[in-house]
């Protein structure tokens, strides 16, 4: 190969904007149970605090996740699927498909 970098590829930008195993497991958490909050993923995923957040500020700049605040005092928000993330569903329909089927241990 003479080695230029596929910058205009589609899948290259998908998975830069959550193909990491954490974001997928937090989008996994969102088409099981609708809006969550911090705390609700943490508890289920029992990731460490600083992973949960970079991984929602990831989705949150990639359009996938919406922040919504519903308490100024004490300050909480709530986070939701945009648009763009509900459009995810096949997608992670299709990996647990995968899984499933084909994965060890699925």
Known sequence: MTGKPRENCP???AT??????????ILREFFLEGPRRF?????????SPNTLSARLKKLEGAGILERRQ????PPRAEYHLTEAGEAL?????ALHA??????PGG
């Open 11 to 13: 899948v290259m930008h």
């Open 16 to 25: 830069n904007a959550m193909g990491d195993q954490w974001s997928i497991l």
């Open 39 to 47: 705390q609700d993923l943490q508890d289920v995923l029992e990731a």
């Open 70 to 73: 519903y308490s100024k005092n």
């Open 89 to 93: 569903r096949p997608v992670i329909r």
């Open 98 to 103: 995968w899984g499933s089927s084909f994965a």
